[in-house]
């Protein structure tokens, strides 16, 4: 379990244009040098759908000295097609996973600053652009939202991360209307003593622990239901 989320670390695959990859790929390269699974938290491919690697709250495998405090995003592509010289060659649909991505991590972690990982580990071409100038542009076209992204109606987020009593946000909102099918629920955005009461409810419905916590086997259930 990581105990601080100090950086947003985003990564490329150093992979060419091509090449179309994704976790499970990742996965099977990085058990292949002796790690446990993939050591990134997210991966977003070349057509933008994104891929979910370690728990959100776990400690990835992604940055020299400084993966007990970040959360890693790779974007599948990064060099030429020598498969070594560092090239921007992310597609559209990809740079608005990653905007949208980024935003939902800073509502969550508002204290992470985001980088690239030559930014922490110089020396390196990846994520081959400049995260900062990325970052600057993106604040000033809409402080995070994004200029050209529109938003599908409801709410789908990217992250599904653990949520309990005193968790607030639109993420608890969005926990709260899908339970709002089944029984009755304010939703506020607040997770108080009543949505604790209706996720209780809700694990022992699909015969899960009724900790009242919602993890991931919690919004596996939920969302099985979309």
């Not at 950086?7 to 099977?28: L, N, Q, Y």
């Not at 020598?82 to 559209?92: R, S, V």
């Not at 968790?167 to 009543?194: C, H, M, N, W």
Request: net charge positive; glycine share 10%.
């Amino acid at each position: 379990m990581r105990k601080s989320t100090d950086f947003i670390v985003i990564h490329c695959s150093a992979t060419p244009a091509g090449m179309d990859i994704g976790a499970k790929e990742i996965d099977r390269w990085h058990r292949a040098k002796g790690w446990f699974r993939i050591g990134y938290h997210f991966v977003i491919r070349r057509d933008g759908s994104i891929e979910y690697g370690r728990e959100l709250n776990a400690v990835g495998a992604h940055a020299v000295g400084f993966n007990e405090r970040s959360i890693g995003i790779c974007l599948v592509g990064g060099v030429a097609n020598d498969n070594k010289t560092p090239e921007n060659n992310y597609t559209p649909a990809q740079w608005l996973t990653l905007e949208k991505l980024v935003a939902e991590l800073e509502q969550q972690f508002p204290k992470a600053k985001v980088v690239g990982h030559r930014d922490l580990n110089p020396g390196r071409g990846c994520p081959s652009f400049n995260v900062k100038d990325w970052q600057e542009r993106r604040k000033a076209l809409g402080n995070g939202q994004g200029s050209n992204l529109k938003e599908p109606k409801p709410y789908k987020p990217l992250v599904y991360s653990v949520l309990r009593q005193g968790s607030k946000g639109p993420l608890v909102k969005t926990l709260q209307a899908k339970l709002s099918r089944f029984y009755q629920i304010q939703v506020d955005g607040v997770f108080g003593p009543e949505t604790t009461k209706v996720v209780k409810a809700f694990q022992q419905r699909e015969r899960l622990m009724d900790d009242g916590i919602v993890g991931p086997r919690t919004w596996s259930a939920l969302l099985r239901y979309d």
